[in-house]
């Protein structure tokens, strides 16, 4: 079994300011994790994957996140936030080599503020 | 362009109607994948398909919920006699080929029950 807990429902920063939305799955088996993004009415889009090899995995929008496998966790961050990453993220976990079924977490709203 | 196109993006209904969406999968791909989010969480797997064959579906909400794949092409999500608490954000998703881990989204079907 797999799951995603993402801590916060909300997280606020100023603009310019770091973004940390953090992350910690649980599976039986060696996880596949991915960082999504939605806007409003949107679906999701993918900003990041793990699969294996590097833990430090880079994404697009500036996005990063790193896989600690002793902390169970996946925390995205970027350095400096704009206006325009005001969304909804989650995180997501699938059992890699089997039916990479992706479970999601409840997810984090980021508000930037000017 | 996730490669995924779903039909309609909005759609209101009375309860009691019975409702159905359709996802059209404009990419390569082996998987394909629906899912329920209701407001403020994030995506719940309801049921999958590799190729026409609907290999998961124990977790469909009720026997209300039902999917379909003809031909292994474009698939649809019924939901009959609809009731309030099936208002939610319908997405479907597609698993590109071998080589990928990762989900494509479409941009969902909002259905709002009154």
């Known amino acids: 079994a797999q799951s995603v807990t993402q801590l916060g429902s909300h997280v606020s920063v100023s603009e310019g300011a770091l973004v940390l939305l953090r992350c910690n799955y649980s599976?039986?088996?060696?996880?596949?994790l991915f960082w999504y993004v939605q806007y409003p009415n949107q679906g999701l889009q993918l900003l990041l994957k793990?699969?294996?090899?590097?833990?430090l995995v880079k994404g697009i929008n500036g996005f990063e996140a790193e896989f600690k496998k002793s902390e169970t966790s996946f925390h995205l961050t970027k350095p400096s936030a704009h206006m325009s990453d005001a969304a909804e993220y989650f995180c997501?976990?699938?059992?890699?080599?089997?039916?990479?079924?992706?479970?999601f977490g409840r997810g984090t709203s980021l508000i930037v503020h000017p | 362009d996730t490669g995924v196109s779903q039909d309609p993006r909005h759609k209101i209904t009375k309860r009691g109607q019975n409702v159905t969406f359709r996802c059209d999968p404009i990419?390569?791909?082996?998987?394909l994948y629906w899912y329920r989010q209701t407001l403020g969480q994030g995506p719940e797997f309801l049921t999958y398909?590799?190729?026409?064959?609907?290999?998961?579906k124990s977790r469909l909400l009720s026997d209300r919920f039902s999917a379909e794949r003809p031909k292994g092409s474009f698939s649809t999500l019924e939901i009959q006699r609809t009731e309030q608490g099936d208002s939610a954000m319908y997405l479907c998703?597609?698993?590109?080929?071998?080589?990928?881990?990762?989900?494509?989204f479409g941009q969902g079907t909002r259905l709002t029950v009154v």
């Open positions: 998703a597609i698993r590109p080929r071998s080589g990928n881990t990762e989900a494509f």
């Open positions: 793990y699969t294996t090899g590097a833990t």
């Open positions: 599976s039986s088996v060696p996880p596949y």
């Open positions: 990419s390569e791909h082996n998987r």
């Open positions: 398909f590799q190729n026409e064959a609907q290999l998961e």
């Open positions: 997501a976990v699938s059992e890699g080599g089997g039916s990479y079924i992706p479970t």
